[in-house]
């Protein structure tokens, strides 16, 4: 997967090793920091790599920002396609996974594609093109999975496996983001537990009542 609009110089197999450990250290830091917090001289550093072997494998920054972007999109939908929706089990057994990351990062960082969603696409076109296209092949993995709902008999009447996707994608992004700004996976939690309640039928867990609101602390 990944975007195929430019033409790049073939790599030898250390070529392509030492231009992966580029982008994930680069992927890296921009989680942690931000694209405009994160200079190119940092990026070099982390990877342990020249600035000419840097600049050998990326024109500029955007080169290399695109590339960080197909790198989260690809590395999402590949972990997605390994999940398994088509049931009440596996929904928990995923809701377990995201819920466990949430926990340990204590809800910092917020979604590795969806932060560079809120970062670039009003300035950068193309940037907002890549993510677009990430966030199709993201949703795309999850309705595969949750195609096998219907045959369960867990999926309600009158949706489909493309809408729930799309509900499912936009119901994670959105707990992401406020449990990135509230600092508690609480709120998560309680967004991924009512999607599958009604996708499946399922409850996960009862309601916490004691559960802050949203326009709390």
């Known amino acids: 997967m990944g975007r195929e609009t430019r033409e790049r110089p073939k790599l030898t197999a250390k070529g392509a090793r030492t231009r992966a450990r580029i982008v994930e250290c680069a992927a890296r830091l921009i989680h942690e920091r931000g694209v405009a917090d994160t200079t190119l001289d940092e990026v070099r550093g982390a990877a342990e790599v020249s600035g000419s072997q840097l600049y050998h494998y990326f024109a500029d920054k955007d080169d290399l920002v695109q590339a960080v972007i197909d790198h989260q999109a690809d590395t999402l939908a590949a972990d997605q396609c390994q999940a398994d929706l088509g049931s009440a089990e596996g929904l928990r057994a995923w809701r377990e996974m995201v819920m466990a990351h949430a926990t340990n990062t204590g809800a910092r960082g917020g979604c ?21 296209a990430g966030f199709d092949r993201w949703s795309a993995a999850m309705g595969d ?13 009158g949706t489909t496996p493309d809408g729930l996707a799309l509900t499912l994608l936009a119901t ?46």
Request: no cysteine; aromatic share 2%; proline share 11%.
């Open 112 to 132: 590795p594609l969806g932060s560079l969603g809120g970062q670039l696409s009003e300035a950068d076109p193309e940037a907002r093109a890549l993510i677009a």
């Open 145 to 157: 999975s949750l195609r096998n709902l219907p045959a369960a008999g867990h999926r309600a009447d």
């Open 172 to 217: 994670l992004q959105g707990g992401l983001l406020l449990a990135q700004v509230h600092r508690d996976p609480r709120l998560l939690e309680t967004v991924l537990d009512t999607f599958i309640t009604l996708a499946s039928g399922n409850p996960t867990a009862p309601p916490d009542e004691g559960a802050p609101p949203a326009g709390g602390a």
